[in-house]
């Protein structure tokens, strides 16, 4: 029998969850496809939902994750913005060193 150490990390800010694997994974399903709404679909997920946890993110951050173009002839789009890259980014450095140091 192998024991292994179990973990769970989230951010808060003034003590609620800002970030969590969720939301990473969210954030990191808009970078990759280029859409929010896609992304919900990926991820399984309404967009209703999708929607108001990125609403909550910019409103608990007090900054904006996404920017959003709208259609034409090229098409419209969302992406992350700088500050959204660094908080996904910052997380998954985080994940990634409670994984390295607890061998899960």
């Known amino acids: 029998m192998r024991i292994k150490a179990g973990f769970k990390l989230w951010f808060e800010v003034d003590g609620k969850p800002v970030m969590g694997d969720g939301r990473a994974?969210?954030?990191?399903?808009?970078?990759?496809?280029?859409?929010?709404?896609?992304?919900?679909?990926?991820?399984?997920?309404?967009?209703?939902?999708?929607?108001?946890?990125i609403q909550d993110l910019n409103?608990?951050?007090?900054?904006?994750?996404?920017?959003?173009s709208i259609g034409g002839r090229k098409g419209g789009g969302t992406k992350l913005t700088p500050y959204g890259k660094k908080i996904v980014e910052n997380?998954?450095?985080?994940?990634?060193?409670i994984e390295n140091i607890t061998g899960r």
């Not at 919900?40 to 309404?46: G, H, K, T």
């Not at 409103?59 to 959003?68: Q, V, Y």
């Not at 997380?91 to 060193?97: D, G, K, S, V």
């Open 59 to 68: 409103k608990r951050c007090g900054n904006d994750i996404l920017e959003s």
């Open 91 to 97: 997380f998954c450095e985080m994940r990634e060193a």
């Open 25 to 53: 994974s969210l954030l990191k399903e808009i970078d990759e496809c280029g859409s929010l709404s896609q992304a919900a679909r990926n991820l399984e997920i309404s967009y209703r939902h999708a929607h108001k946890l």
